[in-house]
């Protein structure tokens, strides 16, 4: 099936105010439905690199932006917890009663947490370059530089991180692939970076812009839950669990993804091989959809 772009859903009952989310749908139409949570910052589009694998093994892959991201407006108070009753009622409205999660990078958290509170909902959940807990202070040397910088300037001067973003947003809601690449490129993202100078990162560069096309008020907010406790004790998760990630992945070393395996009583860790933090998700799907049906042929 082509990608469709939709808008709709309206905010669970319990939330404040109602709103929409945009999501796209990638691989067979009439596939097994599996939700694709996308990273940070990047958006729905970020699910066309399931397309072929997922249409040649009959997944229907669902990927909604989350609010304040690309094309779904912001909700206030935005937090991991309040994401599963958002899954619950977008898969209401899909007519899925339950189906595995993948998590991409920032995705990772939103994926468990709905392991945790709608596990009636979520039959397995795969973690790709997950995001790691970063409430304790004594993991930050194992991250990316600048989200060090990032938590410095979020603990001591949160209104010149908020101004900064909103600035960013100006930018990069003008700019294009070419562009984006060659900054990405000064950055140094060793080893991704033959990755990101290749055509190969277009779906990955996409996605990334779209995120701010609302402004930088919801890739900050988004951002700033990956800072502090997550609210959420994944020990408490009862479903399988498999996680993936780079050997080399400069985002976030991959001993932190190990570590928070080891919370998960179900969980199950991948090292890939030579793998960054970008390639992963490219590299690992057929394993990953394996993984996923052995898991539903089990239960």
Not at 11 to 28: D, M
Not at 257 to 281: D, N, Q, S
Request: glycine share 8%; with cysteine; proline share 8%.
């Amino acid at each position: 099936m082509d990608s469709v772009d939709h808008q709709s859903g309206t905010r669970p009952a319990e939330a404040s105010t109602s709103s929409f989310l945009a999501w796209t749908e990638y691989g067979a139409a009439d596939g097994r439905p599996v939700i694709f949570l996308h990273g940070w910052p990047s958006s729905r589009l970020m699910g066309r690199v399931w397309e072929e694998t997922a249409r040649r093994r009959g997944w229907r892959v669902l990927t909604p932006d989350r609010p304040g991201i690309g094309r779904s407006p912001s909700w206030p108070n935005w937090s991991f917890n309040e994401w599963p009753a958002v899954l619950e009622r977008f898969l209401d409205e899909r007519g899925i009663s339950q189906c595995p999660v993948i998590g991409l990078s920032g995705g990772g958290p939103y994926a468990l947490a709905s392991a945790v509170h709608r596990p009636s909902r979520v039959s397995a959940v795969a973690v790709i370059s997950g995001a790691p807990p970063l409430d304790d202070p004594a993991d930050h040397a194992l991250i990316l530089k600048e989200f060090r910088i990032l938590a410095a300037i979020e603990r001591s001067a949160a209104p010149l991180m908020r101004w900064g973003f909103l600035c960013v947003a100006q930018v990069l809601r003008r700019a294009d692939v070419p562009w984006m690449r060659r900054l990405l490129m000064t950055f140094g993202y060793s080893p991704d970076e033959a990755f990101l100078a290749s055509q190969a990162s277009t779906i990955t560069l996409t996605a990334g812009l779209e995120a701010w096309r609302g402004g930088g008020t919801g890739v900050l907010n988004e951002g700033r839950l990956y800072l502090h406790a997550w609210g959420f004790r994944p020990e408490e998760i009862a479903l399988p669990v498999a996680f993936w990630h780079g050997s080399r992945d400069p985002f976030f070393h991959p001993s932190l993804a190990e570590k928070l395996a080891r919370r998960i009583p179900e969980a199950v860790f991948h090292l890939v091989p030579g793998e960054g933090h970008f390639t992963p998700v490219y590299v690992v799907q057929e394993a990953v959809f394996d993984w996923l049906e052995q898991a539903a042929a089990s239960s």
